[in-house]
């Protein structure tokens, strides 16, 4: 059976790691599967599918379109596949931050949102948080995008991925991930942990910001404990009502929309998500993102949306569960004869 190129990583992966696997499940294994809104989930779908060239997705994509029934399309089209690399499932959530900022420099706005640089090295690691800092080389170059209020508010930007920032002179701005150093990504909340200064269900993004804050020399410090940064560029042009681009380059939708790891999880596919935790859901999504902190089969991180609300609950999610990834029906199997 022919291996399509749309599951060529995720193959990979599956055949590098003694404790990675593939099962192929039914659909009654799906807790839930017939409670939810399909024709949600295939609005979600038809945004990113058109641009899935590979194997059976084009076709798949046009059917999709065609159809008058949601969860039919879904069963007759993909086969549910539990893929698994040895790591417990963890998913989180991130949104769209609002913040506000200025298009001048000034003494309430000096905190630069900077633009990938021309003579940015293309791949491999260049400078990290702390060198681009101190050398200054991305200043007096016209890389400002914008200015922020407070490096803290950049930082948590950076960590996004996009945001709105509402123009003190009038108007807003959408800004996009534009692209990185090349480092690896560390988390500061595990950092203080480490250091003693929080156990670990005492860590959250407003604690993380209260700390540094009231810490200035050692909040300063703590936030070069991750090397990667994160550029931007405008993205003004996206639809105010729709969420931020994504890393396929199409706007995710809050409660529908998950960020993975693409060498397990195929960008555009379809996946069942059933999250444990204080607010347990169980939910058809889509794979439309990416995220440096997004590391492994089991791994994901939930699109909750545009604002101070929606990172409130963002910030609340760190549970377990299960991710089961729709794909086409040969991929599907292709996968699963590697993993055995």
């Known amino acids: 059976m022919r291996?399509?190129?749309?599951?060529?990583?995720?193959?990979?992966?599956?055949?590098?790691?003694?404790?990675?696997?593939?099962?192929?499940?039914?659909?009654?294994?799906?807790?839930?599967?017939?409670?939810?809104d399909h024709q949600a989930a295939l609005e979600v779908f038809t945004e990113t599918c058109r641009d899935l060239t590979e194997s059976d997705w084009p076709a798949i994509c046009k059917?999709?379109?065609?159809t008058d029934d949601a969860r039919d399309f879904f069963e007759r089209m993909f086969k549910p596949v539990l893929i698994t690399d040895g790591e417990e499932p963890l998913f989180t959530g991130y949104y769209e931050p609002e913040l506000i900022g200025s298009r001048k420099q000034n003494a309430r706005f000096n905190v630069p949102l900077y633009?990938?640089?021309?003579?940015?090295?293309?791949?491999?690691p260049w400078l990290t948080r702390e060198?681009?800092?101190?050398?200054?080389?991305?200043e007096n170059r016209d890389l400002e995008l914008v200015w922020l209020q407070n490096e803290v508010d950049k930082f948590f930007?950076?960590?996004?991925?996009?945001?709105?920032?509402?123009?003190?002179?009038?108007?807003?701005?959408?800004v996009g991930y534009g692209g990185k150093n090349g480092h690896p990504y560390r988390s500061i909340g595990q950092e203080l942990v480490r250091r003693g200064i929080f156990q670990e269900h005492q860590v959250s993004a407003q604690v993380i910001r209260n700390w540094v804050e009231n810490n200035p020399s050692e909040g300063a410090d703590?936030?070069?404990?991750?090397?990667?940064?994160?550029?931007?560029r405008e993205v003004s042009q996206v639809d105010p009502k729709k969420g931020p681009l994504g890393a396929m380059n199409r706007s995710v939708t809050a409660g529908r929309s998950v960020a993975v790891d693409p060498?397990?999880?195929?960008?555009?596919a379809p996946v069942w998500l059933e999250k444990a935790g204080a607010k347990p859901f169980r939910r058809l999504m889509v794979a439309q993102d990416t995220g440096a902190a997004i590391n492994g089969?089991?791994?994901?991180?939930?699109?909750?949306?545009?604002?101070?609300?929606?990172?409130?609950?963002?910030?609340?999610?760190?549970?377990?569960?299960?991710?089961?990834?729709?794909?086409?029906?040969?991929?599907?199997?292709?996968?699963?004869?590697?993993?055995?």
């Open 131 to 138: 060198e681009l800092s101190e050398t200054g080389i991305l």
């Open 115 to 124: 633009r990938l640089p021309d003579d940015a090295p293309a791949s491999g």
């Open 222 to 232: 703590l936030l070069n404990h991750n090397p990667s940064y994160v550029f931007f």
């Open 157 to 174: 930007l950076q960590i996004q991925g996009s945001g709105r920032v509402m123009l003190n002179e009038g108007g807003a701005m959408r």
């Open 3 to 36: 291996t399509p190129l749309a599951t060529l990583a995720v193959v990979a992966s599956l055949t590098s790691s003694a404790h990675a696997g593939a099962q192929l499940l039914d659909w009654a294994d799906l807790n839930g599967w017939p409670d939810d």
């Open 297 to 340: 089969a089991q791994r994901a991180d939930i699109f909750y949306g545009t604002g101070e609300d929606a990172g409130k609950e963002a910030g609340r999610i760190r549970d377990g569960g299960r991710m089961v990834v729709l794909l086409p029906i040969e991929d599907a199997l292709s996968l699963v004869d590697a993993g055995q």
């Open 63 to 66: 059917f999709a379109g065609q």
């Open 263 to 268: 060498e397990f999880v195929p960008l555009g």
